[in-house]
């Protein structure tokens, strides 16, 4: 029993991780999609022919799948989620399944996808995505207006009352990610699309897709161009045992790295010197077969050494978990009380995208949940 668990109840600390403000920096918008939502859409498509439902069905609901299972699930959200209405549909979803937690800060990533059948360029895809986040009713969500200023939809003024000062807000950013099955051309499209959307709350790159598809040298042009352009960058790191592509990673200096689970020792000596930050997805590295034991994931020895770290939930429909779930499971496994817990929610807000004033925004929330924080926080 952890020192956790042990000080406290397990049920009380789940629903405290939940209570907690948090800040998730890595999430798959079509990684997050809700079952009940996929199921919904695949039998709409079984009954137009599209898809075999039963098929589908056996595919969405199974329960530990193996790696290329979990591809070949991706590959099926991009049947079933490949119109605009369905896009912003689930993006709307995500962000209210966030806010629901407790999640106040999110930068969501998703990659644009051209799907000639249905009409669709990446630009419209992204337009989808922002459709989407302007639908979301039932809590408040801002994002960058076209002046550059935050945007609130459902002003308190306009649609008056208690009711809507009442809801939550959350404060989304998006984050556009290159597939490591795309081209060079299609990366740099993805590129300028972040860079023309910069003003809609686009606020960086990230690098995705099966690991061991694709090679470093074909996105590096582009990852170049976005870092010239000076779009922060987050790389998926290391998932799998590729040396050369994790020196070649590290030596790139991205802002911030996902997974981190085959890092030698020397790599893990220029990350630490580097002080890159590094995006944790725990439940999503053991189902994955990262590890065998979650304890012997590498948070524990970087939470101790105090390096820079998020934690967060990589694919929430997939890998059926949350942000408060990992915040409990890093807490149970590694022994954590609520005051490190806390701090390590609290320090997310160095490693976000967003602009200063949305930092300085993101500390008083958190100084407003726990005023412990005031003195010794500073950004
Ligand atoms: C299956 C597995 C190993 C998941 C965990 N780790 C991941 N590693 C690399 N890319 C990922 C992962 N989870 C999601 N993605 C990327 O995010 C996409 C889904 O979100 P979206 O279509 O970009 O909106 C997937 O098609 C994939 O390209
Ligand atoms: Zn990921």
Known sequence: ??????????????????????????????????????????????????IVFDDVKHVINKYGRTLTECFQLFDLFHILATDHETISRITK???????????????????PKNNETK?????????????????????????INPNGRTESFYDPLQKGGLTVLEKKRIYVRLLLSIDRRETTAAAMETVSLALEM????????????N???????????????????GLPITLHCGEVANKKEIQAMLDFCPERI??????????????????????????SNLRTERLSSI????????????????????????????????????ATTFGLDKESILQLSTNAIHYVFADNELKKTLREIFQAYDKRLVDDFSL
């Open 1 to 50: 029993m952890t020192e956790t668990e042990k000080g406290c109840d397990f049920t009380e600390l789940k629903e405290w991780c939940l209570a907690i403000p948090k800040i998730e920096l890595h999430a798959h918008l079509n990684g997050c999609i809700r079952d009940s939502t996929l199921l919904e859409l695949a039998e709409v498509l079984g009954e137009r022919g599209e």
């Open 93 to 111: 979803e995500a962000v209210e399944d966030f806010a629901a937690e407790n999640v106040v800060y999110l930068e969501l990533r998703t990659t």
């Open 119 to 143: 009409g669709m360029t990446k630009r419209s895809y992204l337009k989808a995505v922002i459709n989407g986040l302007r639908s979301v009713e039932s809590v408040n969500v801002s994002f």
């Open 198 to 209: 910069r003003e809609l709350g686009v606020v960086g790159i990230d690098l995705s897709g």
């Open 211 to 229: 690991p061991i598809v694709g090679e470093w040298n074909s996105f590096f042009p582009a990852l170049k161009y976005a870092k010239e352009m």
């Open 258 to 283: 996902g997974h981190a689970c085959f890092l030698e020792d020397d790599d893990w000596e220029k990350a630490i010197l580097l002080k890159i930050p590094i995006e944790i997805c725990l439940t």
């Open 295 to 330: 304890d012997l994931h590498h948070f524990g020895k970087l939470f101790k050494a105090k390096h820079p770290l998020v934690l967060c939930t990589d694919d929430t429909g997939l890998f059926s978990t949350s942000l408060s779930n990992e915040y409990h499971l890093a």
